[in-house]
Structure formats: structure tokens, C-alpha cells
């Protein structure tokens, strides 16, 4: 089992920025892919950021990139998300997530394919 809980949501203005903090314990953290999901209020979960469990590779959301910045320390079993010029459709519920995998470079995409989640943290961009 690993459980996850994020943190440093909150409110900001446009153009701000934010850092998202998911803190992982259990089992063994390094070995586990991880992944950002949003949740903006009557829509689908969707895909922010992730990296391989190697942190070799790595990949984001169209609509993230050049803003926003993933990052993990192993040593204290936490990953980041940096968000940068912060826009009022960034406002959502965000998540991380862990899947346990054999590829040291796989990322992983789709919700279905994550095993353990945080309970998520508010961000609200204001206009």
C-alpha cells in the first residue's frame, strides 16, 4: 500500500504561481511511477504531468507545457508540481497518483492505469 496526500493548493491571481507537494509512505517509493490529475468542477478527470518511477522521462498535458514543472526526491518520498503563469482554466481539484511498474521508463497517461491516489488539493485561479 502507498498513501499519498498533497498540499500548498490555494488561491492565487493569474500569472501566479503555485507548488503542489504530494508526499508519499508505504512501500517502497522510488519504485513507483507517478502522475498529476486535475478535476475542474462538471468535468473529467485529466492528465496534468507524470514521470517514469527512474525519473528518466517524463511528459505533460498540452495545455501545461512550458508552465508547469514535475519534479520528485526520492529521499523524502515526495513529488512536485510546479505550477507557473497560473490561468483562471487551471482552477481545478489536483491529484497524485502511483502505479507500481516493471519499466524503469514508462509514463503513464490514463487514470485507469494509476492504483493509489491522494485526496487531492484545491487550486483556484482568479482572474
Known amino acids: 500500500q502507498v498513501q499519498l496526500v498533497e498540499s500548498g493548493g490555494g488561491l492565487v491571481q493569474a500569472g501566479g504561481s503555485l507548488r503542489l507537494s504530494c508526499a508519499a509512505s508505504?512501500?517502497?517509493?522510488?519504485?513507483?511511477?507517478m502522475g498529476w490529475f486535475r478535476q475542474a468542477p462538471g468535468k473529467e478527470r485529466e492528465f496534468v504531468g507524470a514521470f517514469s518511477w527512474s525519473g528518466r522521462n517524463k511528459d505533460y498535458a498540452e495545455s501545461v507545457k512550458g508552465r508547469f514543472i514535475i519534479s520528485r526526491d526520492n529521499a523524502k518520498n515526495t513529488v512536485y508540481l510546479q505550477m507557473n503563469s497560473l490561468r483562471p482554466e487551471d482552477t481545478a481539484v489536483y491529484s497524485c497518483?502511483?502505479?507500481?511498474?516493471?519499466?524503469?521508463?514508462?509514463?503513464?497517461?490514463?487514470?485507469?492505469?494509476?492504483?493509489?491516489w491522494g485526496q487531492g488539493t484545491q487550486v483556484t485561479v482568479s482572474s
Open positions: 508505504g512501500r517502497t517509493f522510488s519504485s513507483y511511477a
Open positions: 497518483a502511483a502505479k507500481s511498474s516493471r519499466y524503469s521508463g514508462s509514463v503513464y497517461y490514463r487514470t485507469s492505469e494509476y492504483e493509489y
